[in-house]
């Protein structure tokens, strides 16, 4: 997946963007897009809205029903966080969230508006938690990770499930058949190269969902096309003609 803006911002512009290697955007390069959105006011109203609206969804639909099935409220690990604007969503439902993210840019910001907020910063190549959670979200960061490293993170995460526990990950970038035309044509015919654009992460299909949960000891228990108005069930293998968003549920397998 490559990207040259981001809410307004010329990534190219940023000092990171010369240092970048094969792989995707760093955390510094995190810190420098973010301290570039300050510096401007704050990010987009209609994508904290529609960031606040898939996590209202998570809650609504995976977090409450968890509740109700083991009689307390699930411990919430929120990887790779960012603003963290759905992820908040939990914490104003009264919800115990941890945030995580590799850097701690955002954590100031997020403490003013929920200070009853807790936070870890580390690496996911190497975050392996101290503790257990119920739940372990993933929101638009799975595809910071290459295959492997989504597989060891997959399995230190799920390490850290207590019983009954699960991971959500959302995935905004999962392939469809639309968009596997469309990256085959732009490079086969060098089209990110000559427009300078940032790798910013890895393409997934659904069918890379249930091999690096059976890797990672496991079980893809659901998928869903989230939408406003109403989540659709997903093929939990195969790919849609054009919908790129997807969210996953593994659960420990028995
Ligand atoms: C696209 S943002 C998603 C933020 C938020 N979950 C959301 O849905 O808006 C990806 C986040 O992953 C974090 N991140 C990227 N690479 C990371 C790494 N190697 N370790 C920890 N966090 C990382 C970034 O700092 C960023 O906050």
Redesign the pocket.
């Known amino acids: 997946m490559y990207l040259r803006e981001c809410q307004g911002v010329d990534l190219r512009r940023l000092p990171a963007a010369a240092k970048l290697g094969s792989g995707p955007v760093t ?1 510094e390069f ?1 810190d420098q897009l973010f301290a570039a959105i300050q510096a401007r006011g704050q990010s987009a109203p209609e994508w904290i809205a529609s ?1 606040q609206t898939l996590g209202r969804d998570i809650a609504a639909r995976i977090l409450q029903p968890w509740k109700e099935r083991h009689g307390r409220a699930p411990r919430i690990l929120a990887t ?8 908040c969503t939990w914490l104003e439902a009264g919800f115990a969230v941890t945030i995580h ?3 701690s840019a ?1 954590f100031e910001a997020i403490q003013a508006r929920q200070p009853q907020a807790s936070f870890l910063q580390s ?3 190497s975050f392996t938690p101290e503790q257990t959670f119920d739940v372990i979200s993933m ?3 799975d595809f ?1 990770l290459d295959r492997a490293g989504f597989v060891d993170f997959c399995r230190r995460m799920a390490a850290a499930l207590s019983p009954g526990g699960m991971i959500i990950c959302y995935c905004p970038s999962v392939l469809s058949l639309r968009r596997i035309l469309i990256e085959a044509l732009r490079r086969a015919t060098g089209y990110y190269r000559r427009n300078q654009w940032i790798f910013w992460g890895w393409w997934r299909s659904p069918g890379e969902f249930q091999r690096v949960s059976r890797a990672a000891g496991l079980q893809l228990t659901n998928a869903f096309k989230p939408s406003n108005g109403g989540w659709a069930a997903q093929s939990l293998t195969l790919p849609s003609w054009k919908e790129n968003n997807g969210i996953f549920l593994f659960e420990k397998a028995i």
């Open positions: 955390a995190y960031k790779g966080a960012g603003e963290a604007w759905a992820e993210d590799g850097t955002y690496d996911m190549a929101l638009a960061n910071v």
